[in-house]
């Protein structure tokens, strides 16, 4: 007869004490995981403190591991390019051409711009960023899209304040850590902008939608003006965000609005600047000005 294929562990007592303690380890872990789950379900703020410790921690090694994520990026792209070369430069002229003409009409706009401000008596301060610094992390196919960036109190990092990139708005920071900071991105579903089309002003909402895209909800209802390539920008409203901030493009349209691709995408971006609440910025002009009219 053959040996049965579970093995007891016998008469030994050590044996089954050693099983029997293995057992209620397991159970005790998955108590603690559920009572834990219960307890963040719907109250991610309780738990602030720890993510912004682990955050700390985490932080050096994960500024290394963007660099060098950054370093691969760029040997692969010098790598490819030695043999696109002639396509490439091709391509370039070509663009550098319809390029000059573009830059001759932003030319105009901009001396146009500038009488028109010059008229109405508008002054358009330049926002100094309160931190640059490097995304070091973010989540990329999770619903509650969030990321990491390294600069914390320390640098002045707080709450609210907005996170851009090159490309555009990238979201707002929602807790601040010593040397780290989450930012809360505009992708997630629990972020809402006031926002604007860029052409003619037409006021509306931009919520995430939690898979890389934005549902832009028009603040009148009727027929809706927008259109397929239409570029969305900051408000203004709400002083947290500057206007004109650029934040996606309309790629298809919803009977109250349209959806939206994101300018910036975060899992292409390697450095960010963290910049001062629109309010405070307001509120420092009207002082200094209040100041200078004394």
Same mark, same amino acid.
Request: glycine share 12%; no cysteine; hydrophobic share 40%.
């Given at each position: 007869?053959? @040996?049965?294929n579970?093995?007891?562990?016998g008469f030994?007592?050590?044996?089954q ?8 380890? @397991?159970f005790?872990g998955?108590?603690?995981g559920?009572?834990?789950l219960?307890i963040s ?5 309780r ?6 410790i ?7 090694a ?7 994520? $950054?370093g691969?990026?760029?040997?692969w792209?010098?790598?490819? /390019? ?6 490439r430069?091709a391509?370039?002229?070509?663009d550098?051409?319809?390029a000059?003409v ?7 706009l901009k ?13 358009e301060?330049?926002?100094k960023p309160?931190?640059? $610094? ?7 196919s ?10 914390g ?7 609210g ?5 090159p490309?555009?708005?990238? /979201?707002?920071?929602?807790?601040v ?9 505009i992708?997630n579903?629990?972020s809402?902008i ?6 003619d002003g037409?006021?509306?909402?931009a919520?995430?939608r939690g ?5 832009i909800?028009?603040? $009148? ?6 259109r397929r390539?239409d570029?969305i920008v900051?408000?203004?409203s709400? /002083?947290i965000?500057r206007?004109?901030?650029?934040v996606?493009v309309v790629?298809?349209? $919803?009977p109250? /609005? ?7 995408d975060?899992g292409?971006?390697?450095?960010v600047t ?9 509120q420092s002009?009207?002082d ?5 009219g004394?």
């Amino acid at each position: 007869m053959a @040996a049965p294929n579970v093995r007891r562990p016998g008469f030994s007592r050590r044996a089954q004490y050693s099983t029997f303690a293995n057992y209620v380890i @397991a159970f005790i872990g998955v108590g603690i995981g559920l009572v834990l789950l219960a307890i963040s379900s719907g109250h991610e703020e309780r738990f602030a403190g720890l993510r912004t410790i682990a955050s700390d921690a985490g932080a050096p090694a994960a500024t290394v591991a963007a660099s060098a994520r $950054t370093g691969g990026v760029s040997l692969w792209d010098v790598l490819t /390019g030695y043999f696109t070369l002639g396509s490439r430069v091709a391509s370039m002229e070509h663009d550098l051409a319809k390029a000059r003409v573009a830059l001759a009409e932003q030319a105009a706009l901009k001396e146009e711009n500038t009488r028109l401000k010059a008229t109405l008596g508008l002054f358009e301060g330049e926002i100094k960023p309160v931190a640059i $610094t490097r995304l070091i992390g973010s989540t990329s196919s999770s619903s509650r899209r969030y990321a990491t960036i390294g600069a914390g109190s320390a640098k002045g990092v707080r709450p609210g304040m907005a996170v851009r990139s090159p490309l555009g708005l990238v /979201g707002r920071v929602t807790e601040v850590g010593a040397i780290s900071a989450r930012v809360l991105l505009i992708t997630n579903t629990d972020s809402t902008i006031p926002v604007r089309r860029a052409s003619d002003g037409i006021q509306a909402y931009a919520t995430g939608r939690g898979d890389g895209t934005i549902q832009i909800r028009l603040s $009148t209802t009727g027929l809706n003006p927008l259109r397929r390539g239409d570029a969305i920008v900051t408000s203004g409203s709400g /002083g947290i965000y500057r206007p004109g901030e650029a934040v996606a493009v309309v790629v298809s349209l $919803t009977p109250d /609005g349209a959806i939206a691709r994101p300018l910036s995408d975060p899992g292409q971006t390697d450095f960010v600047t963290v910049e001062p609440l629109y309010q405070e910025v307001l509120q420092s002009e009207a002082d200094k000005a209040a100041e200078e009219g004394r």
